[in-house]
């Protein structure tokens, strides 16, 4: 079955700067990848999505890039806030219902 | 606010105890989830229904039984559980399956169960 791996598992960045999380997975049928982010105490809420027909996709300060070869897939911040600290989630799925989640990363913005 | 709701926020049973967890969605979403979020794990994938259809089951033990008696209702019935199910529990919904237009998932936000 879908194995998603996500790196790193902390990351600390000082206000302003960029923040990037990599994520890979395992099954080549996977086709569509989203990102939740999830704040303390809070429920995950989607930031962005990509399917694999696009290879990146940018929403203001946050953008996801794919590369269905390497089967990796990564989320850039820009301009980092300290909103911005949470843990984020990257997430696989071929279709269904069935979404495979990754461990998390957990982004600490010091101000 | 949420479309998902779910109660109650916070649950401390006894291993011997029963017990159920309810969500309800607001959405007119068609497809309702059962995830555990335990601490540094990915969040894992009980149950999903499908216009009120069980579509999967991910090898969860039969102290947790799903129940969705229409498309805006879930339960998840507890019985007899172990200290190790301690975690956090999810409902999410979906319009769709995942990858098409309206797929993305909206999550409640989650019973904290204690199992003592």
């Known amino acids: 079955g879908e194995n998603v791996e996500q790196h790193p598992s902390t990351l600390s960045v000082q206000e302003g700067d960029s923040a990037v999380i990599k994520c890979t997975y395992s099954?080549?049928?996977?086709?569509?990848f989203p990102w939740y982010k999830q704040e303390l105490g809070k429920r995950p809420q989607l930031i962005i999505d990509?399917?694999?027909?696009?290879g990146e996709k940018k929403d203001q300060r946050i953008a996801v890039t794919l590369n269905k070869t390497a089967k990796h897939f990564s989320l850039h911040i820009t301009e980092t806030q300290p909103e911005d600290s949470a843990v984020y989630f990257c997430?696989?799925?071929?279709?269904?219902?069935?979404?495979?989640f990754g461990a998390g990363t957990r982004l600490f913005v010091k101000a | 606010e949420t479309g998902v709701t779910q109660t109650p926020r916070h649950l401390v049973m006894g291993m011997t105890n029963k017990k159920s967890l309810k969500c309800e969605q607001h959405?007119?979403?068609?497809?309702m989830y059962w995830y555990k979020q335990s601490a540094k794990k990915p969040l894992e994938l009980m149950f999903v229904?499908?216009?009120?259809?069980?579509?999967e089951n991910n090898s969860v033990p039969s102290r947790f039984s799903p129940e969705c008696p229409n498309s805006s209702h879930l339960f998840l019935h507890l019985h007899t559980l172990q200290p190790e199910d301690s975690a956090l529990y999810l409902c999410?919904?979906?319009?769709?399956?995942?990858?098409?237009?309206?797929?993305?998932?909206?999550f409640g936000n989650g019973t904290r169960l204690t199992v003592t």
């Open positions: 999410a919904s979906s319009q769709d399956q995942a990858g098409s237009l309206n797929s993305p998932l909206h």
């Open positions: 099954d080549s049928a996977s086709n569509y």
């Open positions: 990509i399917r694999s027909n696009v």
């Open positions: 997430a696989a799925s071929t279709g269904g219902f069935k979404t495979i």
């Open positions: 959405l007119g979403h068609n497809a």
């Open positions: 229904y499908s216009l009120e259809e069980r579509v």
